[in-house]
């Protein structure tokens, strides 16, 4: 294939505009956006005004004046649009890892008498982790399970009270059958919460149309929100009045300004909120979903689907002889945002590519992650890569990596 053929395709990409919206990173293929999103121009415009008039000027009048009381259920009725949800129950808000959480606890009290909560041992670490702090709070009432992937079904029994699941590995990018799984765990009177991390904003979902009970997902993945964006999470209409927050801040008080000693949760999803609003996370935050939701969810998962195709395809028959393994579902059906390849020395293969501009991901032991994000990566960015790639193994260079220091330690 040459080069031609895929500016050809970008030139034929309903999509293209959508890279002007955001900075391009000088002599970089960033490959990297479902760890951190790229930073969307408009992010700056709005910040600059929020900082200026809002706060600048408003001060605190500005919480009634320009709604920003209001922006994580604004926000969250905007990103119920990309997951199937209904207004009034997703709330945008705290991390992740905090809505794991507030959700875990929830299907606790809705399921007063289980007492596992269900996980796989390949889920993303911070799940499980939460999981574990809850365990250790109140060893009687909590008892973790953390299953192989592949023999969830086995457990799935009267005395499960929650299966916490990732829909989309952030290893691999294979997609969990949510619906299936739902429905299954339903039967066995289980509730599920989904984490939607590597989902919102790169593949549809749709909660309600399988019955889900809880969602979690991510801010500054897909969604560009930036760095350390506020998370979101999803309580189905049919759950929200049963439970009491267990993280009962004023946010969530039903007349916070009474600044009465008694917590009474508020309304609806609105008792999912602790604190107070982190408003310039928000608002960066909306800037980025309000970019997706322009896209469209289906023509960026149109869009992934063939860019990710391309580059198996291309790794394959150009990197042939350099002991990359695909480790991500050949299928494109169950394969999601990001395509992972299995190196012996995966960690300097991913500093020397870093070396050249090939902004990918090192997962340990050995996976080298590269992020599909269709808003800004274009098909001649695959074709430029993999030639990359493939300069980078020819010369032996690369080698000298392997004592790199790892930029996250
Ligand atoms: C990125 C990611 C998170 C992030 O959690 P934070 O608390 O927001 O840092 C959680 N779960 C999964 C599956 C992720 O991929």
Redesign the pocket.
């Known amino acids: 294939m040459e080069k031609k053929y895929f500016i050809e395709m970008d030139k034929k990409d309903p999509l293209k505009e959508f890279r002007n919206h955001f900075f391009l990173p000088k002599n970089t293929i960033y490959f990297d956006g479902n760890s951190l999103g790229m930073a969307p121009k408009i992010t700056k415009k709005r910040m600059e005004h929020v900082i200026r008039k809002e706060w600048g000027q408003g001060l605190i009048r500005s919480w009634a004046d320009e709604e920003w009381g209001i922006s994580g259920q604004r926000i969250g009725n905007k990103i119920s649009k990309l997951i199937g949800a209904n207004d009034g129950e997703v709330i945008a808000a705290d ?4 809505n794991i959480y507030k959700a875990l606890t929830a299907t606790i009290q809705c399921n007063q008498n289980r007492n596992i909560i269900l996980s796989t041992n390949d889920n ?1 670490p ?2 499980l982790y939460m999981m574990q702090g809850l365990q250790s709070f109140s060893p009687n009432e909590v008892k973790n399970k953390i299953v192989n992937k592949d023999e969830i079904d086995k457990y799935l029994d009267e005395r499960v009270a929650a299966l916490l699941l ?1 829909e989309v590995d ?1 290893k691999t990018g294979e997609i969990l059958s949510m619906s299936e799984i739902t429905k299954k765990a339903h039967d066995k009177g289980i509730l599920v919460i989904w ?1 939607l ?2 989902s919102v904003g790169s593949i549809p979902v749709d909660l309600n149309k399988c019955a889900a009970d809880f969602a979690v997902g ?1 801010g500054y ?1 897909f969604l560009n929100g930036g760095p350390g964006a506020p ?1 979101f999470l999803f309580v189905a209409k049919k759950h929200q009045e049963k439970i009491r927050p267990i993280l009962s801040g004023w946010m969530g008080h039903k007349n916070p300004f009474d600044f009465s000693i008694e917590y009474k949760p508020a309304d609806g999803i609105d008792r999912f909120l602790c604190g107070t609003p982190p408003l310039l996370g928000l608002i960066a935050l909306e800037c980025g979903v309000d970019l997706i939701l322009k896209a469209k969810v289906s023509r960026l998962r149109q869009k992934a689907v063939k860019l990710s195709s391309l580059f198996i395809e291309l790794m394959e028959s150009m990197c042939s002889e350099f002991d990359f393994k695909l480790v991500s579902p050949r299928d494109e059906n169950r394969r999601a945002g990001h395509v992972s390849f299995m190196h012996h020395s995966g960690f300097a293969v991913s500093r020397a590519l870093a070396s050249k501009g090939i902004v990918g991901d090192f997962r340990a032991p050995n996976i080298v992650r590269f992020g599909i994000a269709p808003m800004y990566t274009r098909f001649q960015d695959i074709f430029d890569a993999v030639n990359i790639i493939r300069e980078t193994m020819q010369s032996d260079l690369w080698k000298n990596h392997e004592n790199d220091i790892s930029p996250y330690t």
């Open positions: 991390s992740t890892s905090i993303f911070t799940d990732t952030y984490d991390s590597h991510c993945k998370a």
